[in-house]
């Protein structure tokens, strides 16, 4: 038993953990905030293009209300809310992955050695120097 808890310790410390429990923190206030930038930004403007509707309001009726029974409804309004408050949060994060990217610089490659002249170039200058060799003897 004391194995397993200095374990869970130990995995529990390691940075990537806290990072982790951080960026969930970060990032369920930040659907808060897109959740009413949807509702209370970008939906009234166009629910009042579209002749005054209001989203949230939208649903299909399956069965009525019986007594105390509530309707069954299809709640289809919500549900466009949601799928904007999804797509606004993807944007945001594949602007922040690909910022995140752009630092990200590639270390500089060495440049790659010069390959050593095979067999037959090496003879080919030997020849070179020789032949130069003997037409500055010839010249003289």
């Not at 897109?34 to 005054?52: R, Y």
């Not at 299909?60 to 289809?76: F, R």
Request: charged share 20%; aromatic share 8%; net charge positive.
């Amino acid at each position: 038993m004391k194995k397993f808890f200095s374990e869970f310790k130990e995995f529990a410390i390691k940075g990537n953990v806290i990072d982790m429990a951080i960026g969930i923190v970060i990032g369920a206030a930040f659907g808060k905030i897109v959740s009413s930038f949807v509702a209370d930004v970008i939906m009234p403007p166009l629910g009042l293009l579209l002749g005054g509707v209001n989203f949230s309001d939208l649903k299909i009726i399956l069965a009525e209300a019986v007594g105390e029974n509530p309707a069954v409804t299809l709640n289809y309004g919500a549900f466009i809310l949601t799928i904007l408050d999804f797509l606004i949060i993807a944007l945001c994060l594949f602007f922040v992955i690909k910022a995140i990217n752009s630092m990200k610089k590639p270390a500089p490659k060495a440049p790659a050695p010069a390959p050593e002249p095979s067999k037959g170039e090496l003879l080919l200058s030997e020849i070179r120097d020789l032949l130069k060799e003997q037409s500055k003897q010839l010249k003289k």
